[in-house]
């Protein structure tokens, strides 16, 4: 079993920034895929960033050059820094990660609890 913590939200003002992180722990061989995604109220749970374990990104349009996603393979960690935060940036914003617990193991995904972002003056 794989356990992830997510850390980091909170309530910021527009234009300010916020570093999450997504810690995993328990039986894991490889981490494959790490994925942010959010969900605001009343809408649908979307992308936000990706990183392969090859460190390979991925941005959805409404964040490039404003997020980086990133990840430290040593300490099973991902990272989303959020630089110019804007109002329409407030959800949940939840970690996703592919993991295998042996070499031969299947890749399972595991999901964060998630972490509330509030961009409000």
């Known amino acids: 079993q794989v356990q992830l913590v997510e850390s980091g939200g909170g309530l910021v003002q527009p234009g300010g920034s916020l570093r999450l992180s997504c810690a995993a722990s328990?039986?894991?061989?490889?981490?494959?895929?790490m994925v942010w995604y959010r969900q605001a109220p009343g809408k649908q749970r979307e992308l936000v960033a990706s990183?392969?374990?090859?460190?390979?990104?991925n941005y959805a349009d409404s964040v490039k050059g404003r997020f980086t996603i990133s990840r430290d393979n040593a300490k099973n960690t991902l990272y989303l820094q959020m630089n110019s935060l804007k109002p329409e940036d407030t959800a949940v914003y939840s970690c996703?990660?592919?993991?295998?617990?042996?070499?031969?193991?299947?890749?399972?995904?595991?999901w964060g609890q998630g972490t509330q972002v509030t961009v409000s003056s």
């Open positions: 990183i392969t374990n090859g460190g390979s990104t």
């Open positions: 996703n990660v592919v993991v295998s617990a042996t070499s031969r193991g299947a890749r399972i995904p595991y």
């Open positions: 328990g039986s894991i061989f490889s981490i494959y895929n």
